[in-house]
Structures are given as C-alpha cells and as structure tokens.
C-alpha cells in the first residue's frame, strides 16, 4: 500500500479517475515523515480504511497539502479524520474551501511545521493552475504535481491517445505536457524566477502525482523540462 521512496518518504497509489473529456489518469499522494514524528500528506487520496492503517503505521498526520488547484479532491476525507492536522493549500485554494476555516494558504517560505525539512516554492505565471512545489531535503526529491507526468503507451486509448500523445503525456518518463508549456506563455519571467530557485535545489529524484518515480538522472530531468522558462531562446 505505502511505497517507501527514500529516507521518510513514501507514496501511496490511489484510483483511477475519469476527468473531463473521459481522460482516465492514475492518482497518487506522498507521505513524509517530519523529524518530531508527525506526518506531511501530499495530495491527498480518498481515506480508506486500508490507507488509514498503513499511513498509522507511520505516525498521525500533522500537515495536510494541496498543492494545487486540481488536488484538493479528498481533502475533506482528511481533515474530518484528522482534525489537529494544519490544513495548507494552494494559492487562490482558501477561497474555494470556506468550510476549511482552519487552512493557510502556501506561499514561498515554509511554514513552521516543515521548514528546514521541506523546502517549498510557488510557481506562478501558467494559465491552468499555480502549483506549489517541494523539495524534501533528507531523500532529495522533488515533488512536482502536474507540471510533470507521463503515461504508458496505450494508457490512453482511441483519440484520447492521439491527443495525449500530441500533448506529450505519453513516454516513459515524466514530461512537461505541452499544454502546461503553452500555459506560460506571456508569463516567462515570472515563472522563469522561480524555475531558477527550483533547479538551485540539490535534487536526485522525483515524485509526480502521475506517472514514473524517478530515482536517477531526476537533475537533467527538471533542467530539460524547467531550464527553458529562464533561458534565453
Ligand atoms: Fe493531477
């Protein structure tokens, strides 16, 4: 159920879901275990009771993080199960979640709870959405949300292939889809701060909420996929 992916890291597979136009996609949180022993829950999957005890196992949730607007599915599962866990969500998210009267909204610094452990940043400027990304210090690893996926060949079938295909999405390893290239058009220089702070990070490996964790080459990966927001041509 819990994959472990470093030193106090691990990620758990959640269900397949249909968005629109009827793209399937995998869904998938991370769990970090926080020095003082509580737990960082990363794009939170449905709470099943299977989950629950696996994730016991490892501690109780201290923090719960959506890290963009798309991955707030399964929030509520959470903070009803857990409600001394802080709630922190992605810009613009507070707004969509009066209920939550708990919840921070994330910024460029760490909130208190993970800071020195966890380093984080927003990356503003694309159409779609304003993802915040992670960099767990102990294990290296960069968490990136949706800015980066990729899906087997035939993942995808009938047009929807086709499309994904044109879009990038399908390969063997996490890829910028073109539509989120062209969602920062206009934008270049505001994402393109924030793409510099991202690769000064000291990565070797990478989660994304869909698609292949990367354990090796996870460096030239991001430059590749992140370099051209700040580079001249
Ligand atoms: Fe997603």
Known sequence: MLHSFGPDLHYAEGPVITAAGGFRFPTRMAVVRLDGGGLWIWSPIPLTAELRAAVETLGLPQALVAPNHLHDSWLDDWVQA??????H???GLPARHPELTRAQ???DAAPDAWAGQ???LVLRGNAITTEVLFFHRASGTVLVTDLLQNYPVGWFPGWRGVVARLDGMVGPRPRMPR????????????????ARLLLDWPITRLLVAHGTPVEQGARGLMHREFGWLFRRG
């Not at 857990?82 to 709630?87: F, R, S």
């Not at 539509?179 to 924030?194: I, P």
Request: net charge positive.
């Open 82 to 87: 857990y409600p001394q866990a802080e709630v």
């Open 89 to 91: 969500l992605a810009p």
């Open 105 to 107: 909204e994330l910024g």
């Open 118 to 120: 966890i380093d984080q």
């Open 179 to 194: 539509k989120f290239r062209l969602g920062f058009l206009g934008h270049r220089r505001m994402a393109g701060q924030a």
